[in-house]
């Protein structure tokens, strides 16, 4: 197959960790007969250091015309503490989401047997979870109104939800739970709020076409709280876009590793793979930061191809180096640990 | 000291757990002297079902004349996925929070000696946890305009600060944190949200007034991970409404027990005191639920009224129920377990 791949390295540990990537799906391209064409592209603080904007024009020509996009992470902290910025890294984020149309983050949350007791949670609160957060990502209070009011003593942002959006979404929740264990629980705040109340009675109608599906509603105060005391429970979870952003970055404390939890975020013609990690910036340019969520994300992408062995090969790959101890610091646990690009040759050379 | 204290029963479980709480407060008052006058007055389902309202003015009248409010829960079921449904007894809770002028929800989460095995995170994350989280309870998406558009096809919600409310918030943070660690986290999502970017501007022209306290800012969905890793990293968080409503039901967790988790509403005028757990109504009318959150929540009480004494006196009879095994069925671990009322007839008598 030949492939195109936009590549969209980013800020902080972005660029590292997408040279690993970039190794291992080159073997895999190797092994099994693939052609893929990477195609650099700015973007983040990167992208506005260079051109002013955190995601340009030709960027976005780049990954619009792609197979698919591998991003690193964008984030800069001197954007953080400035609330007068005028232009953000994370603008360019929200705008890309919105203009390929990526309206799904698909984010899977597993352990990992050899890492299980890493995890703040008890191993048995945690072994055998698999579940799926499927977050909404092109529309909410990311992409309401917003703005200040009374001389700047006012500050408002609007979440807004059509009901398309909702339906969109949901239809992939119920097709992912039919392939799956069959258990979809959607996670709003209907108790409070209007656009939760649309979200519940849209799922609630989409209820008789999927007849084999157990539905569940759930408040996200409870679920926040839910997912830490048994994650076993929840099969395939769907949600507004800020709930997610806060549950699904609450999920990956039980795998015990942010640097292990790959995405996708799912488009009507392209998608795009990236680790669910941020750019880490005090690990940048040190070599040290961990690539296997990266390269996780590297394997949903072949999956979503249906390129299936290719992606298997991946996933055996990463989990022959965490059980041969070939892991950067932040896994060793004291023990031997390897930089980011000596972990990225290891997988390469073993596939 | 003569007291008037409003005793809102609420919903569920409400009614058996405040009993137990209204025992103990009478054995209070006896031992050290006090004179309670309770002022019962309805409120959420139960309120609806005999007045139509869930926060009658009647109730509001009892409330903003009491010393303070002792609450227990509300919320229905059947409410719940009935998104049609015009009253719902979360609105009467709503209402109370601002015509009271509730806006401080103050939620401390710490764990207890003998209980510390049953939470689902490792005994050394957690030991010795000692935060507060203070939610804005008052203002945010909780209360801004919301509605539907476009023939129902569209709903929204709007999250609106003013600066007063933030300050007024942050004040108390502050205050909080210099009398503990000296440590405030503000907790938003200012990387997207206008009204995070004005609370964080808010809070960073208020750290000079405080030049002891060091303050930490953290985006909502990095603080849902931390909280579950690290608990014991925070001192004193602050926090808009709806981030507080999902992280302190997160926080939750770290002691192992919902039934255990107090928590204060604090008003200019009048406070409100209330167990964190919700309504459970398949536990209601059955005698066991656990009245501990709800009699540490008195606790909290006679704390804000100077009465400290009476306050430590509460603490230490619950830590005694607790090292004795007096406890609900949710503690008993498959051991013998007590009724609510039992319960809450030993902690009356051991005071
Ligand atoms: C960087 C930020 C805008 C972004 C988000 O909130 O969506 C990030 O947290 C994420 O989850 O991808
Ligand atoms: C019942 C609901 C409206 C309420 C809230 O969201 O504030 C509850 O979850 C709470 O935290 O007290």
Chains 1, 2 share one sequence.
């Not at 909702?166 to 108790?191: H, P, Q, T, W, Y």
């Amino acid at each position: 197959m030949k492939l195109n791949i936009a590549l969209l390295a980013g800020d902080g540990i972005g660029p590292e960790v997408v040279d690993q990537a970039v190794k291992v799906c080159d073997a895999i391209a190797a092994k099994y007969d693939h052609e893929i064409t990477w195609k650099p592209a700015l973007t983040g603080a990167a992208a506005i250091d260079a051109v002013g904007e955190p995601y340009p024009d030709e960027t976005h020509e780049i990954c619009a015309s792609a197979d698919a996009v591998l991003f690193g992470a964008i984030g800069h902290p001197r954007f953080d503490n400035d609330p007068s910025a005028k232009v953000r890294p994370e603008q360019g984020l929200l705008k890309m989401r919105q203009k390929l149309g990526l309206f799904a983050n698909v984010r899977p949350t597993f352990t990992f047997p050899s890492l299980i007791d890493k995890s703040p949670l008890k191993r048995e609160r945690i072994e055998g979870t698999d579940l799926i957060i499927l977050r909404e990502l092109t529309g909410g209070i990311y992409f309401g109104e917003r703005g200040r009011k009374d001389d700047n003593h006012t500050a408002f942002d609007t979440m807004t939800y059509q009901r398309f959006e909702i339906e969109r979404l949901a239809k992939k929740g119920f097709e992912m739970a039919m392939k799956r264990s069959k258990k979809l629980c959607c996670v709003d705040k209907a108790n409070v709020l209007e656009s939760s109340r649309l979200w519940r009675e849209t799922v609630q109608a989409m209820e008789k076409d999927y007849p084999e599906v157990e539905v569940s509603y759930e408040f996200v105060d409870a679920t926040a709280m839910r997912l830490i005391q048994w994650p076993k429970g929840y099969d395939v979870i769907i949600t507004a876009n800020l709930f997610g952003d806060i549950l699904t970055d609450e999920a990956s404390v039980i795998s015990g590793s942010m640097g292990l939890m790959p995405s996708s975020s799912v488009g009507s013609k392209v998608s795009l793979y990236e680790p669910i990690h941020g750019s880490y910036p005090q690990a940048a340019g040190k070599d040290i930061a961990n690539p296997l969520a990266t390269v996780l994300s590297a394997a949903m992408l072949f999956e979503d191809l249906e390129l299936t062995k290719e992606a298997e090969e991946i996933r055996r790959v990463v989990n022959k180096s965490l059980a041969e101890g070939i892991v950067t610091e932040d896994l060793a646990e004291g023990g031997k640990s390897y930089k980011t690009s000596e972990v990225g040759d290891w997988l390469a050379k073993n596939i």
